[in-house]
């Protein structure tokens, strides 16, 4: 996106660079990472990073009031309120779609927010790998705050465990060597000591948590959770000794109420120029938008785009029993802003990763994660076959000019 670096970076690709890139990535772990790396990544304009940072400070001021828990108690679906709740979450990612607005300039609008884990530890490697293979000017920058990459893992690090020992902390998720974002659970162990456990594997003894390790039994002092409960429902088969409802002996780093209160569920309280006008479908009464085409139907809680539905038509409202779990979001259209090398324009989705470690004031703006399409929206089954396609990173022009 900013031209002079676009072309020249496309003028030096070449497909053994990017096979070297692969390899370097795939043969860090001893495994091939499972979802697609792209062929670049993404250079940010200092004018379109002022308007990314403008809207995520619109959103933390919303998130940061102290009203903000008690607009959100909803947001927690009955019977998955988990005990020991945070005062606000440790982990924020914040998702824009990169568009263009009536004037042709490079604009984001929010697509979605998480108080979720991301690839946090991940996109630190990346991020320092394609300088690596591919002529990054050393000018640009992918971490934020004044971090570099060692204290912005020291950061994620104390986020993670909290002064515990390592062995005494756990990054939980289901079945977490078969998950696509393994590669990110290998760098949490490689940088922090802390091992991944299924959460089939904890087990419950009154109100402490265990899990084995070369032949030891290992309290679990805090755990890193990646679970979702639509993922963990989807699994009846998994027998689990402990339910992440149990009131137990344990802190969260990253509360599963927070995947609630900061998603779909939330986005309604924003307004402004970077938020797509959003409401919740009880709000409506009935008298729903003439022109529904141009919204994008969306349930509350759901996972991974279950249930949305892009060409709204009435026929899609009138069933819905319970609107107030459903909200309909005004259409974005991608910007085809990024120019490759074999010609083609792809759409650009950006995810802004902040820490914020309890006692701090507000969240610390830390890295980011980007997501390249040619297809009709993001998405694997929409890019299969495709290049220049995938998950990368993106380097923004600095604030000021380092001279």
Request: net charge negative.
């Amino acid at each position: 996106m900013i031209k002079e670096i676009r072309e020249a970076y496309n003028q030096a690709f070449t497909p053994e660079k990017y096979g070297a890139f692969k390899e370097f990535l795939n043969s860090r772990f001893g495994f091939e990472i499972e979802f697609r790396i792209a062929e670049t990544p993404v250079f940010i304009p200092l004018a379109l990073r002022k308007k990314i940072f403008s809207a995520c400070d619109d959103i933390i001021r919303v998130i940061s009031e102290p009203g903000f828990k008690a607009k959100t108690d909803r947001a927690i679906p009955e019977g998955k309120y988990v005990p020991g709740e945070t005062p606000h979450t440790e982990f924020l990612a914040i998702d824009f779609a990169i568009c263009e607005d009536e004037r042709g300039e490079l604009v984001p609008q929010l697509i979605e927010m998480q108080g979720f884990p991301s690839l946090f530890a991940f996109q630190d490697m990346v991020s320092k790998a394609f300088p690596t293979f591919f002529d990054i000017p050393p000018h640009l920058e992918y971490l934020f705050s004044g971090l570099s990459s060692k204290s912005y893992l020291e950061l994620l690090g104390k986020v993670i465990t909290n002064g515990h020992p390592p062995e005494n902390v756990v990054l939980m998720d289901i079945e977490p060597d078969l998950q696509k974002t393994r590669i990110d659970f290998y760098c949490v162990k490689e940088n922090f000591g802390v091992p991944f456990v299924c959460i089939s594997e904890i087990k419950k003894k009154g109100r402490k948590l265990y899990y084995e390790a070369e032949g030891r039994e290992i309290e679990i002092k805090r755990i890193y959770n990646r679970v979702i409960f639509d993922e963990l429902e989807s699994r009846p088969d998994l027998k689990t000794n402990f339910s992440m409802t149990d009131d137990v002996e344990v802190e969260w780093a990253g509360h599963p109420n927070w995947f609630f209160r900061i998603s779909k569920f939330s986005m309604p309280l924003l307004s402004g120029e970077f938020f797509p006008e959003t409401k919740y479908l009880s709000d409506y009464q009935g008298n729903y938008p003439k022109d529904l085409e141009n919204y994008v139907l969306k349930p509350l809680f759901s996972f991974a785009g279950t249930g949305v539905i892009y060409d709204v038509k009435p026929e899609d409202i009138l069933p819905i029993k319970d609107p107030e779990n459903y909200i309909l979001q005004k259409k974005i259209y991608y910007a085809p802003a990024l120019k490759t090398a074999d010609g083609d324009s792809v759409k650009t989705e950006i995810r802004m990763l902040y820490l914020w470690p309890q006692g701090e004031p507000l969240p610390i703006a830390c890295t980011n994660l980007i997501r390249l399409s040619k297809g009709v929206m993001m998405g694997v089954k929409f890019n299969k076959n495709k290049t220049w396609v995938g998950g990368s990173t993106a380097y923004f022009e600095p604030e000021k000019a380092i001279k």
